[in-house]
């Protein structure tokens, strides 16, 4: 119900602003006796850390994370896990543009419409700063699902550049500041990207998330569909306005047969012919890989002038200046991880609350 | 958080199977003093309701909604309202096959790898006969929202032939049996459906639906995100497996500065050159036309046999004889409809909860 | 959050006027293969059932309860399961008085204070007649926790009279018309409320609820707690002005000493020298049985006439004719254990959530 | 839904144990434009205080509270309002004998029992610290509620010795160590508790909470009524073992005449002859004075000698040496405060969610 709570039996609170003193999640429900310390988490938020390479915002944050509560002799207790970042980076400087002058795409404008209030600085709540919290959170759920489940993913598009599947390799992923799966695209992004920035401009991204181990009978008809979760968990990330399961939007074009994942049985195991459905029937696991995919939308702040209006209703052209990644996109992918893990991890307690085991 | 209810303050619990004695849905929440009868909702109804043209299942229900609370002299109470649907065209026949063997593709398998028991007459509750529930609601939540707030859905595609957007015609959409706002596509997409339907296949679609006239400021961050509960909403009716809001998936191949809506300001209101933002920034309604599509896959029920298993785990294909849609999707354009209803008129009721007014 | 719905991953919402055609519930999250029938659930909906004795209303209810959705071959789905009890016996009859003049007491004022529209027939839905539906939704809770878990309600005060707990026999509960489980006063409490009645007058009265063998752990800090959850779900039964849990308002009086109940260990099993804490510590269940009472005040609705004033305002007294029992606590008596019932089966399915097992 | 979350558009999640580095609340849904900062915050938390008397324990804790999110320029935003209180004097000490061995009706057990894991430091989770963050809480629920609405409360009973209620005075309530209304009981009660504490011993207590200038209409059927929610609010504090509305049990014993508060008109406006409601028929505010009385047992923490045992299950005496209240009651007053404020500015959204207004 909460406007920042997601989940139900694992539930993350987040809260913080990107220029206040510090951001932080409240996570409610986490199973007791879980070993965890602030070195479970803090590769994670690594992996999100803005100023990594050339194509994210150079802001400085170290996004060293701190366990408040909820953590005894090195395990979960069973009660609230505070998990705390200080903001270390936010730069003192003159916010009269931003603050005065809505950028068109941005939510400055409709937090205004809104609330009549808002912190402008750095973007305030509506900040991809709060995406750390969802990374950390995200870290505690991938321990309450345990070594079972993989969870990664990648960034399958970047603008109008796909990747080209055949050429997948998870461990390439890890090696090239775009969490690009396929190292033949590599290339070609930076120099796309290189210009992208140096136009002023910013682009739009796909991720693809995919869970592997997931078991099957998580989800629950009808409004407590897994994917319908997953859709709301993704769509809820910074500029994102796009999801789909499986495959998707593509799925529209496919006849049945086409579309139909055959069933065999081997030794005793139900096995699938394809995974068209992405490891979802009728709301609930199947026991194949989950895989979805989202799309981000080019970041707002941007160094090309754009017409827009101030706060008091006058026409004026805005720019952002400061510190932005030019494809969201891009950190977007441990975050898309972390909105899994989370949905999963909810899902998992849900479904042994009503199923027992 | 429950399974089978959707919606905080605006709260619709739907319940029943496709072939037990009736179908409905309690809604919770509704303010008081709206005038309310069968006559608001039954046309809705009317519009979902199977068996109206060749490309839709042949089953024959009336789909007559009974009001059993929560109105009282024609008005709404505040107390719940409960609505009933009968079914009254459960063909008594012989469920052998698809009691004992999976159609892949469907809930049957999850159904009972979650439960270990499934009502599998007619799909039970993981029928399409459950969004009557839905449109019932929607047209309650239609009421909640006022005659300023129109929401309109249409069929954008049809398997993999798509309208063309310069024809769109609202007008249209209510005279053909596609849904369809591009007259020019009717015949083609005529001859389509007959040849998918006698080759005993099915095919996919995809559902655009613009809501105009939803107030600035509905939606909240960070996980009450107008466009996260629509992304839900949507992924929440039978067999849909992608939601985009706005450009959608396309705003990933977009630079900022094409993606980017700019602001005007005219006689003291906001105007916005484009839309690419779909009514949404932030999470949070902007004054534009809300605008989301979907994509529903094609049903696996059909008469092309496909590879399956049975519940004990032998090897057989299945073929799925009985009444069905061929393309599911068109009778999902007034389910979407009604969600986007239920969504906005959750919201409404949220943001004058925190906002009074 | 709803506010017709209790409980949390045990869900049950409740509809229905005194006076319309029917009133239910649906219950969504149960487990499913849990066997269930109709003849599972009348018997309690018997015990409550107005016109049993000289002191209860006369109104003549079957109280016939159907199961319409949830259930397949005998045994529960894991889908909503949806009761319906038709109302038969709303006498048609002249409501002018109860329409137009408050009884002082009722909820008629508040309900027109709050909606400005009321369902005056019988009570609307104020009526203790929605509470028919708690007792059906409490007797499929039963079947979730199981035959381990015993729940029994019985009244240990009618008016300013109280039983003896020495003469104590749960035997005799079901012996009497008023659920006392004290042979020893039910001559004195029949001659007592014959002449309550005859004066036109009602009383209020005292229920002791008791659940035997409900498992340590259930309830959790810190607003998830057990006997908060208790303390909701009897508060919210019509005409319940205290709740207590264990010795309750008597432990204020107690010293540390005489409120500890020491702790011993026997056979390698916890055993306690006492139970003022009423089976709860610190919110969890301990192992020993959950004790909780709760006060029925007189019903307002009586043939005294007593100061009032007309929905315009008009100061007028008002004296309600009609069938009403002269102490609304008796049959209170299944509802209360129902409630506890509810609330037990919710938090067994919230404890195996986060706990598994 | 959620275990520390308390409320449903006002939500306030707590965190935190008693001998961690701090605890904290975050606040969320709270409406926008609200001047708000930590001098709004800290009086409420200083009458919480411990180490303001004798009466009270002697650890040391400034409690200063510090606004981390959600607040501007000196006005909250309507995003989440995070709240932080740093412990500062858990002593460093031996907890051998609380971590082995639990103390008798404590929740030391229980959450052993439940989790398998208890920190034990000081109470950990289960410590009366925790309302520290209530208190917070509170201070902000005021704020939503605005200057209209008073919540007071006072120690109506100390052990068996009550107050005299013809002496209420609400301003002595601050003038004496107990937050008694009543000045002539003061003397005596130091007496007794000196007593008390001097023989190791400890006591209960009775508050009672006072809200004044509620306005009628908050609150719903069936399940979210106004007092169903005060009673949760009320028995989720530590210790609480009853709580009663209006007349409470003493209801039970009287007659329906006696108990009907008469309604008049005067100048338009409803009056009524007495107030044993409460404030509240129905489940919703009738624009009377909101009148909830709670019991608090003794602390189990205490010298006097008690038989128990160890965590393996070894039989032994337990004394609790270290800082406590002898009456947890007395400081139980802001709290009592704190959660009636939550419980209506929760309301107060929850209402205008459904009416406007």
Same mark, same amino acid.
């Given at each position: 119900?909460?406007?920042?709570?997601?989940?139900?039996?694992?539930?993350?609170?987040?809260?913080?602003?990107?220029?206040?003193?510090?951001?932080?999640?409240?996570?409610?429900?986490?199973?007791?006796?879980?070993?965890?310390?602030?070195?479970?988490?803090?590769?994670?938020?690594?992996?999100?850390?803005?100023?990594?390479?050339?194509?994210?915002?150079?802001?400085?944050?170290?996004?060293?994370?701190?366990?408040?509560?909820?953590?005894?002799?090195?395990?979960?207790?069973?009660?609230?896990?505070?998990?705390?970042?200080?903001?270390?980076?936010?730069?003192?400087?003159?916010?009269?543009?931003?603050?005065?002058?809505? #950028?068109?795409?941005?939510?400055? &404008?409709?937090?205004?419409?809104?609330?009549?209030?808002?912190?402008?600085?750095?973007?305030?709540?509506?900040?991809?700063?709060?995406?750390?919290?969802?990374?950390?959170?995200?870290?505690?759920?991938?321990?309450?699902?345990?070594?079972?489940?993989?969870?990664?993913?990648? &960034?399958?598009?970047?603008?109008?550049?796909?990747?080209?599947?055949?050429?997948?390799?998870?461990?390439?992923?890890?090696?090239?500041?775009?969490?690009?799966?396929?190292?033949?695209?590599?290339?070609?992004?930076?120099?796309?990207?290189?210009?992208?920035?140096?136009?002023?401009?910013?682009?739009?991204?796909?991720?693809?998330?995919?869970?592997?181990?997931?078991?099957?009978?998580?989800?629950?008809?009808?409004?407590?569909?897994?994917?319908?979760?997953?859709?709301?968990?993704?769509?809820?990330?910074?500029?994102?306005?796009?999801?789909?399961?499986?495959?998707?939007?593509?799925?529209?074009?496919?006849?049945?047969?086409?579309?139909?994942?055959?069933?065999?049985?081997?030794?005793?195991?139900?096995?699938?012919?394809?995974?068209?459905?992405?490891?979802?029937?009728?709301?609930?696991?199947?026991?194949?890989?989950?895989?979805?995919?989202?799309?981000?939308?080019?970041?707002?702040?941007?160094?090309?002038?754009?017409?827009?209006?101030? #706060?008091?209703?006058?026409?004026?052209?805005?720019?952002?200046?400061? #510190?932005?990644?030019?494809?969201?996109?891009?950190?977007?992918?441990?975050?898309?991880?972390?909105?899994?893990?989370?949905?999963?991890?909810?899902?998992?307690?849900?479904?042994?609350?009503?199923?027992?085991?």
């Amino acid at each position: 119900m909460s406007y920042n709570t997601f989940g139900h039996l694992f539930r993350v609170t987040t809260w913080g602003e990107s220029h206040g003193p510090a951001i932080g999640c409240v996570i409610d429900g986490c199973p007791p006796r879980i070993p965890l310390s602030e070195a479970d988490i803090q590769p994670f938020l690594d992996r999100r850390k803005p100023g990594q390479s050339a194509f994210t915002t150079q802001r400085r944050e170290a996004d060293a994370v701190k366990i408040l509560s909820g953590v005894f002799e090195g395990q979960t207790t069973g009660t609230p896990i505070s998990l705390l970042i200080e903001n270390t980076d936010q730069r003192s400087r003159d916010y009269g543009d931003i603050a005065q002058t809505y #950028r068109p795409g941005h939510a400055d &404008l409709t937090y205004d419409l809104k609330y009549g209030i808002r912190d402008y600085r750095g973007g305030g709540r509506s900040s991809a700063r709060e995406t750390a919290c969802r990374v950390a959170a995200g870290a505690v759920a991938r321990k309450v699902l345990g070594e079972g489940v993989q969870i990664r993913a990648a &960034l399958v598009q970047l603008g109008p550049h796909d990747i080209d599947r055949t050429r997948w390799d998870w461990a390439e992923v890890e090696r090239n500041p775009f969490f690009s799966p396929d190292a033949g695209v590599v290339e070609a992004w930076e120099a796309y990207l290189h210009d992208i920035r140096k136009a002023g401009s910013s682009i739009g991204a796909v991720i693809e998330v995919v869970a592997e181990g997931v078991p099957a009978g998580l989800g629950a008809p009808i409004y407590g569909k897994l994917d319908a979760d997953i859709a709301a968990g993704l769509m809820s990330i910074n500029a994102v306005k796009g999801v789909e399961i499986g495959d998707g939007f593509a799925a529209a074009s496919l006849t049945g047969p086409e579309n139909a994942d055959a069933l065999y049985s081997k030794d005793g195991q139900i096995t699938f012919g394809a995974n068209h459905a992405g490891g979802i029937l009728g709301g609930i696991s199947s026991g194949q890989p989950v895989v979805a995919r989202f799309a981000v939308k080019p970041t707002s702040s941007m160094l090309t002038p754009v017409d827009s209006i101030t #706060r008091t209703g006058q026409e004026k052209q805005v720019i952002t200046k400061g #510190r932005h990644d030019p494809c969201v996109g891009i950190r977007a992918v441990p975050v898309g991880e972390a909105m899994m893990a989370c949905v999963l991890a909810d899902h998992l307690l849900r479904h042994r609350g009503q199923m027992g085991g």
